[in-house]
């Protein structure tokens, strides 16, 4: 989920307390930092933009308490989140990836900002859209609100399979025009996982492992000698 909006309208702030909101309640978050500025690095981490200057297509820094992988280019994030291992995913700033988004206003600043893949204000506005308000420092309500509301992220390469580009797709999503089955990539998925009818997300390689345990367990079944599209249900208790 992105969280955007003007500068120092309470963004950065937002995410940590939710954060640790989220990780007292036992979920994983990653969080990435959106800016259209060069990252500022000191001392040691000197080297690696000195390495990246030279060349290297990655530099890493790893450090006592701390390790920053740099890639001297742009990353997609669909690329970025295929080697991210998370419960939620929550961005400040706007990175051009179609996800939900939350707008924060300093007083009535950057209500211009709101498009169709807003689906909650933080601050005080009385537009119609999004129905959704929550007051800025509500840091619960807004954690409840993510943790309700995040959605498994389109491709956002716009293979124009479906018809659409991801924004396009996103935003009828969200008004109930169409559903993630509707992307083609998706539907395409080998595995897929649903929690009390809602799509959990799944890393490429947390699908492989679900699907490479769990076919190697029923290839010894009677019946499963030929394959095909298997479907499991049972009541998963944490």
Known sequence: MEFFGSSNSGKT?????????????????ATIKSTHHALN??????DSMNFLKSGSSLSIVVGKDE????????????KILNHIEYDFMIVEGEIGFPMPKVLFLKGKEGIERLDNLTIAIVGDSNVA????????????????????NAMEPLPG???????????????????????????????????VVEMNGKRVPLLPFISSIISDVNGGILKNLKGMEHGGRVKIEFDFKN
């Open 13 to 29: 702030t937002a995410i940590s307390e939710i954060t640790k909101i989220m990780k007292a309640r036992g979920f994983s978050v």
């Open 67 to 78: 390790s920053v992988l740099h890639f001297p280019k742009r990353i997609p994030l669909f």
């Open 129 to 148: 859209k999004p129905t959704r308000k929550i007051p800025s420092g509500d840091f619960e309500s807004l954690a409840e609100f993510v943790i309700s």
């Open 41 to 46: 690095y000191e001392n040691d981490a000197k």
């Open 157 to 191: 390469d716009d293979c124009g399979h479906c018809g659409l580009d991801c924004k396009t797709m996103l935003s009828k999503i969200l008004s109930g025009e169409k559903t993630f089955n509707d992307c083609t990539k998706l539907s395409q998925q080998h595995t």
